[in-house]
C-alpha cells in the first residue's frame, strides 16, 4: 500500500462533481499545480450527468494545461448556487497569446500536440451548456507579466424552464 501524506479530497456535493474534481486535484498535485476548490454544488443541480462531466472535464483539462505551462500554476474553482441557477467559475494562471473576445477564448497558437482535434473541448462545453439551458463565457485579464483565464458557466437548477444558449460579453 502507497502511504499519502496530506490526502485531501474534494467534495462538492455531487458524485459526476467529486469524482472529476478529485481526479484533477490529483494530477495537479503530482505536477506542482496549486489546485483550490470553494463551494459545493446545490442539492438539485438539475444537470444531466454526462453534459456536467463533459463541462467540468474539459474546463478543467484545459485550465490544467494553461496553469502548468505558466510561471504562477494555480487553478481555482468556485461552486456555488443562487436562486434557480448553478454557477462554475473557473479561474487559472496561463502564458502566451490567450485571450477571450465576445466571451470566447481565442488563442493565437496552439501548443496542442494534436493540433486537428484543437478547440474540439471547448465546442463540447459549448453544447454541453445549450442543451442544459444554461451560458456560459470567457475572460483573460492582464496584469504585468501574468494572465488569467476565467471561464463562468450558469446552469438552471432542478427543473425550471429556462432561455437557450446566450454568450455572454465580458472583456477587461
Same mark, same amino acid.
Given at each position: 500500500?502507497?502511504?499519502?501524506?496530506?490526502?485531501?479530497?474534494?467534495?462538492?456535493?455531487?458524485?459526476?462533481?467529486?469524482?472529476?474534481?478529485?481526479?484533477?486535484?490529483?494530477?495537479?498535485? $503530482?505536477?506542482?499545480?496549486?489546485?483550490?476548490?470553494? %463551494?459545493?454544488?446545490?442539492?438539485?443541480?438539475?444537470?444531466?450527468?454526462?453534459?456536467?462531466?463533459?463541462?467540468?472535464?474539459?474546463?478543467?483539462?484545459? /485550465?490544467?494545461? $494553461?496553469?502548468?505551462?505558466?510561471? /504562477?500554476?494555480?487553478?481555482?474553482?468556485?461552486?456555488?448556487?443562487? %436562486?434557480?441557477?448553478?454557477?462554475?467559475?473557473?479561474?487559472?494562471?496561463?502564458?502566451?497569446?490567450?485571450?477571450?473576445?465576445?466571451?470566447?477564448?481565442?488563442?493565437?497558437?496552439?501548443?496542442?500536440?494534436?493540433?486537428?482535434?484543437?478547440?474540439?473541448?471547448?465546442?463540447?462545453?459549448?453544447?454541453?451548456?445549450?442543451?442544459?439551458?444554461?451560458?456560459?463565457?470567457?475572460?483573460?485579464?492582464?496584469? %504585468?507579466?501574468?494572465?488569467?483565464?476565467? $471561464?463562468?458557466?450558469?446552469?438552471?437548477?432542478?427543473?425550471?424552464?429556462?432561455?437557450?444558449?446566450?454568450?455572454?460579453?465580458?472583456?477587461?
Amino acid at each position: 500500500m502507497e502511504h499519502f501524506d496530506n490526502v485531501k479530497y474534494v467534495n462538492t456535493g455531487n458524485m459526476i462533481g467529486d469524482a472529476v474534481l478529485n481526479q484533477y486535484f490529483s494530477i495537479c498535485k $503530482a505536477a506542482g499545480v496549486e489546485m483550490t476548490v470553494v %463551494g459545493r454544488f446545490g442539492v438539485d443541480t438539475g444537470i444531466d450527468e454526462t453534459d456536467l462531466c463533459v463541462i467540468l472535464t474539459n474546463l478543467i483539462s484545459n /485550465a490544467y494545461e $494553461a496553469a502548468e505551462k505558466s510561471r /504562477a500554476r494555480k487553478i481555482k474553482i468556485e461552486l456555488s448556487s443562487f %436562486g434557480d441557477n448553478q454557477f462554475i467559475s473557473i479561474s487559472n494562471t496561463a502564458s502566451g497569446e490567450t485571450q477571450a473576445r465576445n466571451g470566447r477564448l481565442v488563442s493565437e497558437k496552439t501548443t496542442k500536440k494534436d493540433k486537428e482535434t484543437h478547440g474540439f473541448g471547448i465546442g463540447n462545453v459549448i453544447e454541453a451548456v445549450k442543451r442544459s439551458r444554461g451560458t456560459v463565457a470567457w475572460e483573460t485579464e492582464k496584469s %504585468g507579466d501574468s494572465l488569467m483565464v476565467y $471561464a463562468r458557466v450558469r446552469l438552471p437548477a432542478g427543473h425550471g424552464e429556462m432561455p437557450h444558449l446566450s454568450m455572454e460579453r465580458n472583456e477587461r
